[in-house]
């Protein structure tokens, strides 16, 4: 085993393919787990049968270790997702908490032998997690795609102190799509990365094509961030749809007001039945990077092909940065 995190996951590579609503199929999840990445099955937008669904298929897709998103609903019944994961606990090395107060669900999961990580987008909250028994540590920075810290710190500031605040390892999620993103996560301290928006523009990946197809023809200023008036922040697409929501949060809605627009099921009319002008889609800042729709097994090869390449080619650093060299050149 390579890191920490390697190690804990079992995985060849440290690259986790981050849990996504509605379109984290069981598919997508063993493809990147084929590929020497931890893929993961999306809880959020399912119904239990669906869920146990793309448990089977992923499960009946690959033998590597598999990971589980549950993010946190204080307004919704968590048991029937929490039961039917600890039903299949013996199908998941990991399960990464986002979202809500982690705590409660750590020591449920540690005690069903899974691996636990926690998303978060401070060094107050990644204490908390660490002090609550995580085992990993996700630092999601506000490039990412989805929903986001109110906090909006971004991910160059944040894993370098979040780093040398916790001693478990540290994660680096938002805006990461290619083998520099790789590099440039583990000289600030990261020892993995999770990458989401990536995964979406892969062959495996239920999204629909409308939404893929976006991604691929998206530039570096793509994305637009809603949900702020209601103190939140979630990235998404620009699109007709998302500049509506923009427009109405204007008029500064309660949280009642602005749910018709902010619910799942407009994001599921983009994101699954393609009708892309009628809803929103999740986009990190990064897409503009994004060039093609691949297996994401590929994709993880590639991306770990890149590391590869990238820290063999910053190697001319020592000498740009050499003490030994006459001053004034
Ligand atoms: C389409 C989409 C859906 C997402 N849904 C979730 C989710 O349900 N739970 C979660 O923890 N994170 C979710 N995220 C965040 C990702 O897990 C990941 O941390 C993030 O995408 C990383 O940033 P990137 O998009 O720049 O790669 C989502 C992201 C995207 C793009």
Redesign the pocket.
Known sequence: MKNRVCELLGIKYPIIQ????Y??NGALAAAVSNGGGLGQI?T?GRSIDNLKKQIRIACESTDKPLGI?L?ISEHSDMNPVVETILQNKERFKAI?I??GNPKPYIPIFKEAGLKVMV?TGSVKHALKAQESGADII?C?GF?????NSPLELTLFSMIPQISRAVQIPVVA?????NGQGIVAAFALGAEGV?????F?ATKECEAHENYKNLLVHAGDDATVVMERSIGRATRVLKSPFAEQILEFEKTQPTVEELLPYIRGVNNRIA?IEGRVDEGW??????VGLIESIESASDVVRKLAHEAREVSVSLGFMQTVFADNVAENV
Not at 173 to 177: K, L, P, Q, R
């Open positions: 981050g849990g996504l609503a379109v984290g999306g959020a998103n993010p990464s986002s979202a998303l996700i999601e490039e990412a795609g989805g929903h999620a938002g805006g990461i799509v999770q990458l989401g928006t990536r979406v994101a889609m999740n986009c990190g800042q990064a």
